[in-house]
């Protein structure tokens, strides 16, 4: 059985058909679910879009412990927590063990199966200290991270340890602050043996960290740059490694402009999708703006 791909993603934006279409392009064999919301149900057509609300009862039991600890803004950070509860309802109504989750600013270049296989010794997989490409093998690891974080809000003195890693956190650096990449540090330094960064390169291949990092790599417009092989493989040189193949790319902040370049097959269809839905996108923009009037 082929392994499905995940992502979740609220509302719409330019960027997510191009997401869509390459993990598709990838992994043709693959089922690829869009848990989303009415705002991207257009792309029922060509994913399985399913409304996040089906699997957000643990989600938003969590959110009546939540409390902000970021720069950012209250919802996005809640958001980012809660997809991992999304995640773990949704793999089990399923029956699934194993997935790939991907942020919807990714662009995936790796067969989901044949590398999920290289990664199965380990439970969830991170790059760098992001989930933004994380390969579920084992649903019960995800079950007890999703615990771990749930334990962190409603422990005895939880929010008042939360709150002085906060101010920590902040006597080193700018914006930002307690995030689920906070969580899966955490985790990792407790079960080593349960996440891998797939970062770092294993038998010469790499999940992207984010395309703005580019301190080891080769770079143009800030972000790294890639070359395109005759096979299809993305190769680039990391400095003190070699070359290694990138198996995906990750467009993140404002890399996202560069997102329709790197999408290397861009047919007719793919043309007229990402035209329709710029479109749309406005459309549900105005629409969006006259019901918040409304209420």
């Known amino acids: 059985?082929?392994?499905?791909?995940?992502?979740?993603?609220?509302?719409?934006?330019?960027?997510?058909?191009?997401?869509?279409?390459?993990?598709r392009q990838s992994n043709p064999d693959s089922e690829i679910f869009l848990i989303g919301d009415g705002w991207n149900a257009h792309f029922g057509f060509w994913v399985t879009h399913?409304?996040?609300?089906?699997?957000?009862?643990?989600?938003?039991?969590?959110?009546?412990?939540?409390?902000?600890?970021?720069t950012n803004p209250h919802h996005f950070e809640l958001?980012?927590?809660?997809?991992?509860?999304i995640l773990e309802e949704f793999m089990k109504a399923k029956g699934f063990e194993n997935c790939l989750y991907l942020d919807s600013d990714i662009l995936l270049y790796g067969d989901a199966t044949e590398d999920g296989q290289k990664y199965s010794s380990f439970g969830m997989t991170i790059s760098g200290i992001s989930g933004h490409s994380n390969f579920i093998n084992k649903?019960?690891?995800?079950?007890?991270?999703?615990s771990f974080i749930r334990e962190a809000y409603v422990k005895p003195n939880g929010l008042q340890i939360l709150e002085e890693k906060y101010r920590l956190f902040r006597e080193t650096h700018e914006a930002g602050g307690i995030s689920d990449m906070t969580f899966f540090t955490s985790f990792k330094e407790k079960f080593p043996d349960k996440i891998l960064d797939i970062s770092k390169p294993l038998n010469g291949m790499a999940y992207d960290i984010a395309m703005a990092y580019i301190e080891f790599f080769p770079n143009e417009n800030g972000i790294k740059k890639v070359e395109r092989e005759l096979?299809?493989?993305?190769?680039?040189?990391?400095?003190?490694?070699?070359?290694?193949?990138l198996r995906s790319l990750h467009f993140q902040g404002e890399a996202k402009r560069f997102m329709k370049a790197h999408v290397f097959d861009f047919p007719a269809?793919?043309?007229?999708?990402?035209?329709?839905n710029k479109g749309l996108i406005l459309c549900q923009r105005i629409l969006k703006k006259g019901l918040s009037f409304i209420r």
């Open 1 to 23: 059985m082929k392994r499905p791909i995940v992502f979740i993603h609220s509302f719409n934006h330019p960027y997510l058909p191009l997401s869509l279409w390459q993990a």
């Open 269 to 276: 269809m793919l043309w007229l999708l990402h035209g329709f």
């Open 231 to 245: 096979d299809g493989k993305l190769k680039i040189r990391q400095r003190g490694i070699g070359e290694i193949e």
């Open 139 to 146: 649903l019960c690891d995800l079950r007890e991270f999703c």
């Open 79 to 85: 958001v980012c927590l809660q997809r991992w509860f």
């Open 50 to 70: 399913i409304n996040a609300n089906q699997y957000s009862t643990s989600a938003r039991e969590f959110a009546s412990h939540f409390n902000n600890f970021s």
